[in-house]
C-alpha cells in the first residue's frame, strides 16, 4: 500500500449556489513529502483541503486520503490523519496542557505532551485558557493537537500566520523532523518563503483549477546564475571541471564571473565554488544568485491584482 499516494484527487468539482470554487482539480501527494499547495484567496485551495479532511462532500469527482474516501471512511482515517485548522476547534475555556493531554489520550501511541509544548515554547502557558493565550499561542498549540497522535498525514492550514520569527523557526524545525521521520504533510500557507524552505513538491491553485505543480526547482526553472568578484584573468578550468555537467562560466566585464547552472544554484555549488576560490588564494566577492523564485513564479501565474 505503499506505492499509494497520501493524497490523490481527481477531476474534483464543488460549488457553493452558483459559485464554483473548485473546476475539475486534479493532483497528487506523495508520502514522505511536504506538499505545498498554494493559491490567491478564493482559488479554491481550503475548499479542496476540507473535502479532503472530510468535512465537505464533492459535487463530483473522487478524492482518496491513504487509499480511503474521506467520506466512507472517516472513522478509519481519524486516527491516522491529523488536521490543524487556521483558527477555532478547542474550547475557549480549556487550558493548554489539560487539553493536549485528552488530545494525547485518544491515540495508542501519543507524542509526550509535555516535550511538545516545551518545543512549541508553551511550557509557560500551560495552565493558561486559550482564549487567554496569544494568536501565536494558539496557533501552536492547534499545531500539537495535530500531530499529538503522530498521524501519517497531517494537513496544515497557515501553521506559522501570526508567529514572530522565532516560533515561526521552530514550527519549521518541527516540520521539518516530522517529514524526516515519514509523515506526510500537506501544507497550505500564503508565506512563499515558507512554501520554497519546506516543500518537496508545489501544486498552485487559481480560480479551482491546478495552473502548475513541481518541484521549486521544476517551477522556477532549471536553469541558476550565480555571479562573484574576485582578480581577473582566473583560470577557471579547474572550477568548470568541479561544477555539474553542462555547467559554463565567464568573465566579464574583467574581474567578474558568471557560472550557469542548468541544475540551478544548491548549497553544494556555493560550497565548490568558495572552496576553489580558497584553493586560488583569493575572496569572492559579492557572491549571489540571479534566478527566479517561487514568488515570481506565483505571481506571474496569478496575476498581481489584489483578491477578496
Known amino acids: 500500500m505503499n506505492d499509494v499516494p497520501a493524497v490523490e484527487i481527481t477531476g474534483l468539482v464543488k460549488s457553493y449556489g452558483r459559485t464554483r470554487a473548485v473546476r475539475g482539480l486534479s493532483m497528487r501527494a506523495s508520502r ?35 487509499g480511503l474516501d474521506p467520506q466512507r471512511d472517516g472513522r478509519a482515517l481519524r486516527s ?17 496542557s489539560d487539553y493536549l493531554k485528552v488530545m494525547a489520550s485518544f491515540y495508542a501511541s501519543p507524542l509526550d505532551p509535555a516535550k511538545l509544548m516545551d518545543r512549541l515554547g508553551l511550557t ?36 506559522t500566520a501570526g508567529l514572530d520569527p522565532q516560533a515561526r523557526h521552530a514550527t519549521w524545525d518541527l516540520i ?55 582578480d581577473p584573468a582566473l583560470d577557471t578550468a579547474g572550477l568548470l571541471a568541479a561544477l555539474p555537467p553542462d555547467s559554463v562560466t565567464k568573465e566579464s566585464p574583467a574581474g567578474h564571473y558568471l557560472i ?8 553544494q555549488v ?24 517561487l514568488e515570481d513564479v506565483f505571481l506571474e501565474l496569478t496575476g498581481r491584482d489584489l483578491r477578496s
Open 176 to 230: 521539518t523532523g516530522l517529514r524526516a521521520s515519514g509523515t506526510t504533510i500537506i501544507l497550505t500557507t500564503h508565506y512563499l518563503e515558507e512554501a520554497e524552505r519546506l516543500a518537496d513538491y508545489v501544486a498552485i491553485v487559481d480560480q479551482g483549477r491546478l495552473v502548475a505543480e513541481g518541484t521549486t526547482a521544476e517551477l522556477t526553472g532549471s536553469h541558476g546564475q550565480l555571479r562573484f568578484a574576485a
Open 270 to 293: 556555493i560550497a565548490t565554488v568558495t572552496a576553489w576560490c580558497a584553493e586560488q588564494g583569493v575572496l569572492a566577492r559579492n557572491l549571489r544568485f540571479d534566478g527566479k523564485t
Open 32 to 66: 514522505g513529502q511536504v506538499t505545498a499547495v498554494l493559491g490567491p484567496n478564493g482559488a479554491g485551495k481550503t475548499t479542496t483541503v476540507e473535502i479532503c479532511e472530510g468535512y465537505l462532500r464533492p459535487d463530483e469527482g473522487t478524492v482518496r486520503v491513504l
Open 124 to 159: 509557560e502557558s500551560a495552565r493558561t485558557a486559550y482564549r487567554r493565550l496569544s494568536g501565536g499561542q494558539q496557533q501552536r498549540l492547534s499545531l500539537a493537537a495535530a500531530i499529538i497522535g503522530r498521524p501519517e498525514l497531517v494537513f496544515l492550514d497557515e501553521p
Open 80 to 96: 491516522r490523519v491529523g488536521v490543524m485548522p487556521q483558527s477555532g476547534g478547542i474550547p475557549s475555556m480549556a487550558r493548554a
Open 260 to 267: 550557469e547552472l542548468p541544475g540551478g544554484v544548491d548549497p
